[in-house]
């Protein structure tokens, strides 16, 4: 029987280790990478496909920042130095039945409706502004301690995001925050939080940049589930259209009505496993 000399031995012993090793640590950073499971992290909220039940124009040089249904009608605010407005719109057709323009050197953001009060603010001009609704007047402008993005109202509460991963209540009356929660899927910080909408005891929000709603627990910040808004970004294929930015809710008919920056269209869409 022949016998190995002592001194390859090691350099043998150390290529097939290096062969059964290397995969290994390749492998583990693979799934790190890609968040598959065995990555070690806990699995997000559950997604769920928007399917679109109807479509309806919409004015493709709005840059969508606040969406909200009232009355058959739906109230939006838009963005963008010198082109920034508070709306009434008519759903189906689109048209645009009133309109404020705001100051040139403000940027209007998220839009709620407490009451008959309708409370719009501004991305970074430390003001909110207070509208009648029926009248469509300016009631009064008030100071506001951080950037404006999003903001939504149950009758209540009245919650703000400011593009991080926190949602603040606050006053409805002064705006004073009352307190702020952070959002979180799977115990994960989820940020750049926008455009909100109250939707049967939970927070719907947009996330800049995405084409996914998550859905929220108001009180606990945790992210119950998500909306994926990819049926929709399919149709506005060759448009300008930028990040999803705008949802309402139609409590009487339960309908969920949905568009964003620059889209030619608001979708009146369902979610698989909501009733209506
Ligand atoms: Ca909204």
Same mark, same amino acid.
């Given at each position: ?95 645009? /039945?009133?309109?404020?323009?705001? &100051?040139?050197?403000?940027? =209007?953001? @998220? %839009? *709620?409706?407490? !009451?008959? $009060? +309708? #409370? ?16 469509? /007047?300016?009631?009064?402008?008030? &100071?506001?301690?951080?950037? =404006?993005? @999003? %903001? *939504?109202?149950? !009758?209540? $509460? +009245? #919650? ?117």
């Amino acid at each position: 029987m022949a016998r190995s000399r002592p001194g390859p031995l090691p350099a043998v012993l150390m290529a097939f280790l290096i062969m059964a090793v290397v995969p290994e640590v390749f492998g583990a950073a693979a799934g790190t990478l890609s968040g598959t499971p065995g990555g070690g992290e806990a699995p997000g909220a559950p997604v769920r496909e928007a399917r679109i039940v109807r479509e309806y124009p919409h004015d493709r040089n709005a840059y969508t920042q606040g969406l909200l249904f009232r009355a058959g009608f739906i109230y939006e605010s838009t963005g963008l130095h010198g082109r920034s407005t508070l709306r009434e719109v008519t759903p189906e057709s689109g048209t645009v /039945r009133r309109v404020h323009r705001m &100051p040139d050197d403000q940027f =209007g953001e @998220g %839009l *709620a409706l407490c !009451g008959e $009060r +309708l #409370i719009q603010l501004t991305w970074r001009s430390g003001v909110i502004h207070v509208y009648d609704r029926k009248s469509f /007047r300016l009631r009064g402008s008030f &100071p506001y301690p951080r950037e =404006g993005w @999003g %903001l *939504a109202c149950d !009758g209540k $509460r +009245l #919650i703000a995001s400011d593009g991080t991963d926190r949602l603040h209540v606050l006053d409805p009356r002064t705006f004073r925050t009352l307190r702020s929660v952070a959002v979180t899927d799977a115990g994960r910080p989820v940020s750049r939080l926008n455009e909100l909408e109250f939707v049967e005891g939970r927070i719907l929000a947009n996330v800049w940049g995405s084409d996914r709603i998550a859905r929220i627990h108001p009180d606990s910040g945790r992210v119950e589930g998500w909306i994926d808004l990819a049926a929709l970004r399919q149709r506005l294929r060759g448009t300008t259209a930028e990040t999803a930015n705008g949802i309402a809710w139609d409590a009487a008919r339960r309908r969920l009505l949905v568009t964003g920056k620059l889209w030619p269209l608001l979708f009146d869409v369902n979610i698989d496993g909501l009733d209506r």
